[in-house]
């Protein structure tokens, strides 16, 4: 009881001792006049005032300083897991606090494991297992230990996590693990990856999912804006926390009482992480590729999907597609499958505020492309083939089976503290429920928005052996939003492309129209006054002629048997991606002729540049409801 003592005391005295290097380690001071009041009085306070709610195998506890806790007991487990779950992460912050909760949450983890380390203290490494990791929302510190050690893990969280102390050193100890940290990730193939997926994925929003920060950021953060930033987010009340393993759930009330009940909460408000802006939706398909030693070539094609707060019932539908594409037996797996692919994994990875849905590809080298293309295609037109009665009752029924299993399993409290928002906890022990409610209709409507509407990109890790054995870099070549940027450059009098650059971004430009076929381009060409006046190609001439829209908008060119500098440029371009395959209502071409001053002006305006434009691939609202006319 001593330690229950010095806890409240540590409280009332508003934490003004000073902590050297040992956390828990509390000053006597002014120790007499408090015994009486901590013994008699606030053990009763604090039983009197805490909301216990028992819902299945999985008691609910409130303290009265907000802090919710979920206790699960589990007899069979041979330890018990302790998290403490901080809501903040790099979504919450702005561009000048960027990487700060990664930051705060490495201070913090290197005063748990020297803590730890130490060997001072009941609870040492030998006999408590400690982790901590940042997310995009959340930042989570675990301890694993015995039974017996439980009330002394409460004390180190109430002390090294909600009480901690930040000074200068610790901060600039923990910027340049992470300077480190954000170079080595530049040479680990799987964090190129995931940064990569997330820049195309998210594009001008893919800073607020980049829990690392920015470099000249970190090396600028003050001392005050990183003591400001604990005390607002490491709070009782914008924190949750699980109790899991072989406990008593009455005993784990009666420490969580006796420990955390008075921890202080600040002003901050939680709820106003709910005015969040939202992540913007993805405009194109992309594809990348990294080098890497994997053995086996895989293919990762990512959508962006709905956020259980920000679309909750949009994400119920989410959780059935995703069951229903794991099915061995649906006919996308089996073509797959008849194709030699090795693995096709559907994944719906689900945050508060953002949603990515996966699918994991390992296609045979033999129709390596002809896989991915399938998928690609099949996943386009969901709500025509997959999506039925059969199909969901099967889906539902799995489901079913599956969230039954992890309900008795030491994760189901953490899958409910992840989707628990404010002070609504309701979200995953409604799941069942709700995704068992969702009709064909809905799931049509949500294979549409999420799928036929919405563009992807596709990643691909590849050794290098393979890489070049399957002729990669031609038929998958890498192209992003860049695109929109091509400038082709020509030499004087010259209307064709010349130059590695220029037939690589020709070649990109082709790939970027047949993945996004819902996207136009109109190539705009450019010359100058210095150049001739007048360009031959009887080929150009030809295929103007057999398109009934450009003679329309052009009808004396053929007639005159020669072009302007600028429109001859600009129709080779249009030519090369009409002979491979792009339908003729997606090109389009301008003109121009500029005046120069001077030899670099003149070399400048010797260029073709594109418009891209998207159209929605929306079926009448006749087709939707009722399928194709039958002709």
């Known amino acids: 009881m001593i330690i229950s ?25 002014r120790l007499f006049r408090f015994v009486v009041f901590a013994l008699f009085i606030l053990p009763f306070c604090s039983q009197a005032q805490m909301q216990a709610t028992q819902s299945d195998n999985a008691l609910y506890i409130k303290l009265t300083n907000a802090l919710n806790v979920v206790v699960m007991p589990i007899a069979w487990a041979p330890s018990v897991e302790i998290t403490v779950d901080v809501k903040t992460g790099s979504i919450y912050e702005g561009d000048s606090v960027n990487g700060m909760a990664h930051l705060v949450q490495s201070i913090i983890a290197r005063k748990l494991n020297a803590y730890l ?40 969280i109430h002390d090294s996590i909600f009480r901690a102390k930040i000074d200068q050193p610790e901060v600039d100890t923990a910027v340049n693990l992470i300077l480190d940290e954000i170079e080595n990730n530049k040479h680990n193939n799987t964090r190129v990856f995931e940064s990569k997926m997330n820049r195309l994925l998210y594009t001008q929003d893919h800073a607020r999912l980049e829990i690392y920060g920015m470099s000249e950021q970190l090396k600028a953060l003050a001392l005050k804006s990183v003591v400001g930033f604990f005390k607002k987010y490491y709070m009782p009340n914008n924190a949750l926390m699980t ?28 709820e106003t992480i709910s005015k969040i802006n939202g992540l913007r939706p993805n405009a194109y398909t992309t594809q990348f590729v990294v080098e890497d030693t994997i ?81 690609v295609d099949e996943m386009d037109r969901l709500n025509e083939t997959l999506v039925n009665d059969v199909m969901m009752s099967a889906a539902k ?36 429920d ?18 036929t509407q919405s563009p992807h990109v596709t990643g691909l890790r590849i050794n290098r052996s393979d890489r070049q054995e399957l002729k990669i870099d031609s038929l998958f070549p890498e192209v992003d939003q860049s695109v929109k940027k091509y400038e082709f450059k020509y030499r004087p009098n010259i209307t064709h492309l010349e130059g590695e650059e220029n037939l690589t971004m020709q070649q990109n430009l082709l790939q970027w129209l047949l993945i996004n076929n819902d996207v136009s381009v109109q190539v705009n060409g450019f010359s100058d006054e210095h150049e001739y006046n007048r360009a031959y190609d009887d080929s150009v001439l030809r295929f103007i002629d057999s398109i009934p829209t450009f003679q329309k908008s052009i009808p004396d060119i053929v007639k005159k048997k020669y072009l302007k500098p600028a429109t001859m440029r600009a129709m080779k371009i249009v030519k090369y991606l009409y002979d491979h395959g792009i339908a003729p209502d997606r090109l389009s071409g301008t003109s121009m002729m500029y005046k120069s001053a001077n030899k670099q002006e003149e070399a400048d305006n010797r260029k073709c540049t594109l418009t891209l434009n ?10 939707y409801h009722y399928g194709k006319k039958k002709e």
């Open 5 to 29: 003592v010095k806890r409240f005391i540590h409280n009332i005295n508003g934490d003004k001792f000073v902590i050297k290097n040992c956390i828990s380690k509390i000053c006597g001071m």
């Open 117 to 156: 380390q130490s060997g001072n203290h009941s609870i040492s490494s030998a006999n408590t297992v400690f982790s901590s990791s940042s997310t995009s929302e959340r930042t989570i510190f675990k301890l694993i230990t015995s039974n017996s050690n439980v009330q002394a893990c409460l004390v180190l």
């Open 243 to 270: 109790v899991t393993g072989p406990v008593i759930a009455t005993t784990i009330e009666e420490q969580l009482g006796t420990v955390l009940t008075y921890l202080p909460n600040g002003d901050f408000n939680p």
């Open 295 to 375: 053995s086996t070539p895989e293919f990762q094609i990512c959508w962006q999907f709905p956020g259980m707060l920000t679309n909750k019932n949009a994400s119920y539908p989410a959780y059935l597609i995703t069951t229903m594409l794991n099915d061995r037996n649906n006919f996308i797996q089996v073509k797959a499958a008849k194709l030699g692919c090795k693995k096709f994994v559907a994944q719906y990875d689900a945050n508060n505020f953002n949603g990515v849905f996966r699918i994991t590809l390992q296609p045979s080298k033999k129709n390596f492309f002809n896989t991915l293309q399938l998928v």
């Open 397 to 432: 029924l799995q489901f079913k089976k599956d969230y039954l299993t992890l309900k008795k399993t030491k994760e189901y409290p953490a899958s409910v503290i992840k989707a628990w928002a404010f002070d609504n906890e309701s979200y995953f022990p409604e799941l069942l």
């Open 434 to 451: 709700s995704v068992s409610a969702v009709g064909v209709r809905t799931l049509r409507n949500f294979a549409v928005d999420y799928f």
């Open 614 to 623: 998207i159209y929605l691939k929306s079926p009448s609202v006749f087709e």
